[in-house]
């Protein structure tokens, strides 16, 4: 069953380093999102992506976030200085089409960032 | 105004019994998807069921279901025959709109733990 795969599973990095999260969504999928979880903390948008472009963001996702894909197959999200508060759980996702509310959207294992 | 309220912190149920775990919702929009996902202490984000709000029945997916009781904007999700498997945190979400935003808003989860 295809899945999204995210890398790296874990990193540690230094405040105010930039951290590159990797996802490799489901390979028909056309939107792609990230999300992130705080620990013990409710799971919360950051950011969707169609055709190459931002289509939607949250207040969360500031000018320290960016997001690409690079190729056919990779979605990243850039953070270009990490803050002690950007230690989480990154989660990717993506879904098929966009059929409005119907649409699941299927996530990946995610990347646990710890900033230091 | 929360939009999703998981009421119960934790829940505790015996093997081989059912259990349910409460969700509300807030919306004003008469389009609304509603989804239950499954996070075992692995990290991940399991999609697990989905309920639409012109659905007529109540969805079904192996041993789970969902109570979705529009007038009092709940959707419960019931486990039948618990399995020692399925201790996790529970997250319900929902997606509003026709068309309209892609993010999904999630509550803060109910931790099942499933006693032999």
């Known amino acids: 069953e295809p899945e999204v795969t995210q890398t790296p599973s874990h990193q540690v990095t230094q405040m105010g380093q930039e951290v590159i999260l990797r996802c490799v969504p489901i390979?028909?999928?056309?939107?792609f999102y990230w999300y992130r979880q705080i620990l013990g903390q409710k799971v919360e948008f950051l950011v969707s992506f169609y055709n190459n472009e931002i289509s939607e963001k949250s207040e969360i996702f500031d000018d320290q976030f960016s997001v690409e894909r690079p190729d056919g197959s990779n979605f990243t999200l850039k953070i270009r200085s990490t803050k002690l508060e950007d230690s989480a759980m990154y989660f990717c996702?993506?879904?098929?089409?966009?059929?409005?509310?119907?649409?699941?959207?299927?996530f990946g294992p995610g990347t646990r960032l710890l900033v230091l | 105004a929360q939009k999703i309220t998981q009421t119960q912190p934790g829940m505790f149920v015996q093997e081989k019994e059912a259990v349910t775990l409460d969700c509300t919702y807030d919306?004003?929009?008469?389009?609304?998807?509603l989804f239950w996902y499954k996070q075992p202490s692995s990290g991940e984000m399991i999609f697990l069921i989905y309920q639409g709000s012109y659905d007529q029945q109540n969805a079904t997916e192996g041993r789970y279901s969902l109570n979705f009781q529009k007038a009092r904007k709940s959707a419960n999700l019931v486990i039948s025959a618990s399995q020692l498997g399925d201790s996790a945190m529970y997250f319900c979400?929902?997606?509003?709109?026709?068309?309209?935003?892609?993010?999904?808003?999630f509550g803060k989860g109910t931790k099942l733990t499933v006693n032999p």
């Open positions: 979400a929902m997606r509003e709109g026709e068309g309209g935003s892609e993010k999904l808003v």
């Open positions: 919306t004003s929009d008469p389009s609304y998807g």
């Open positions: 390979s028909n999928h056309l939107y």
């Open positions: 996702a993506s879904s098929e089409i966009f059929s409005g509310y119907q649409e699941t959207q299927y």
